[in-house]
Every structure is written in C-alpha cells, then in structure tokens.
T-cell receptor, first 111, second 113 residues
Framework: GQQLNQSPQSMFIQEGEDVSMNCTSS?????WLWYKQDPGEGPVLLIA?????ELTSNGRLTAQFGITRKDSFLNISASIPSDVGIYFC???????????FGPGTRLSVLP | EAGVTQSPTHLIKTRGQQATLRCSPI?????VYWYQQALGLGLQFLLW???????NRGNFPPRFSGRQFPNYSSELNVNALELEDSALYLC????????????FGPGTRLTVT
C-alpha cells in the first residue's frame, strides 16, 4: 500500500529557531494534512492542503503541498517551548478513501 | 462546539478479556475512524465507519471489531486481548466520506496485563 516517510525522525532545536520538516512518498497523494500530538493526547489538526503547489499558513506554521504531489513540507518559525510534540503528516490515498499517516517527527525545543 | 469524545480515558484488562471503547463524533460528522497507536509509534488505521456501515478495515485480526450506532457514535471491541494490544486507541470523525479532514479525540489508553 501507499506509505509516507517523514524526516527528520526527531530534532532538537533552540527556542527561537526556525524548524523545517517534510513528508515524502513514492506515490501521489491528494490532500495533505499536518497534525501535532502532545504526549498522551490525540493529534490536533494544524493545516490542510488541497492543491499541488498550495502554500498555507496558520500563525507561525507554514505548510506546502509539493508540486509533484509526492511530498509536503511544514515550517515552524521562531519556535517556542509549546511547539514540543510529535508532528504527523497524512496524505489522502489514490482512491480518495483513506488518509495514510506518516511515522511522525518528534520535536524538542531547548530553552 | 464539542469535539470528539472518547471513553473511558484509561482501561486496564487482563490477557484474554474483552475491551469495549466508545467514541462520540463531532456534531454533524457521520464518519468515525479508529486508530491504534502503540507507545512511541505512529498511527495504525483500524476501522472506518460511515453512515452506520463499515467502509474500510486496516490490517488487524478479526478480534478487532466495532460498530456505529444510528446517532453516529461508535464502539470498538477487542476480544481475546493480548499483551501487544496495549496502546492508545484514537477515534477521529469527519464529514461523510474518507476524503474529509479528520478530527481526533483524546484517546483511550488500554493496558493489557
């Protein structure tokens, strides 16, 4: 089946730094979703992308739907301690029936 | 507007027992999805219900089953529990159809001893 890869797997950054992470696949996906999960809680939807090339912002977060439809990127500017968590991407499969989730990028922010 | 709710928050069972987990979707949502998240791992798709019908199923054994009620709430049943079933079980809901944004509940932490 279709699979997603996320990189990096984990990252440690200093407070105030910008962060960049991506989600890639060998398959084409329609619609990309980015979620953040705090420990022991459910993922929270951050950004949804619907068209190839689309660039969408939500506060300090910016995400892009790759032009090849095989990847998506999430950037966080001026990181703060509450940005700590696991960031998941999800892509809508070719049949338009299910979202496939990536394994996540674990972000740690050092004060 | 109330979000997706799940109960119980925590559940402790012994091997061989059955577990029942419940989920209430966001008002207006008719699709409910169940995911398993083992400790430190990603989300594994379990089941998708829409309009009372099972629409899709992930790669899990038949002892994982569920149903969706007329009010669109859903129940996940896990029979003959095994130690490796210990995980956070997440429910998500969306408007009808699998292509819509999914919103997650807080999860039920199942521990099998």
């Amino acid at each position: 089946g279709q699979q997603l890869n996320q990189s990096p797997q984990s990252m440690f950054i200093q407070e105030g730094e910008d962060v960049s992470m991506n989600c890639t696949s060998s398959s084409i996906f329609n619609t990309w979703l980015w979620y953040k999960q705090d420990p022991g809680e459910g993922p929270v939807l951050l950004i949804a992308l619907y068209k190839a090339g689309e660039l969408t912002s939500n506060g300090r977060l910016t995400a892009q739907f790759g032009i090849t439809r095989k990847d998506s990127f999430l950037n966080i500017s001026a990181s703060i301690p509450s940005d700590v968590g696991i960031y998941f991407c999800a892509g809508l499969d070719n049949y338009g029936q299910n979202f496939v989730f990536g394994p996540g990028t674990r972000l740690s922010v050092l004060p | 507007e109330a979000g997706v709710t799940q109960s119980p928050t925590h559940l402790i069972k012994t091997r061989g027992q059955q577990a029942t987990l419940r989920c209430s979707p966001i008002s207006g949502h008719t699709s409910v999805y169940w995911y398993q998240q083992a400790l430190g791992l990603g989300l594994q798709f379990l089941l998708w219900y829409d309009e009372g019908e099972e629409r899709n199923r992930g790669n899990f054994p038949p002892r994982f089953s569920g149903r969706q009620f007329p009010n669109y709430s859903s129940e996940l049943n896990v029979n003959a529990l095994e130690l490796e079933d210990s995980a956070l079980y997440l429910c998500a809901s969306s408007f009808s159809g699998g292509a819509n944004e999914q919103y997650f509940g807080p999860g039920t932490r199942l521990t099998v001893t």
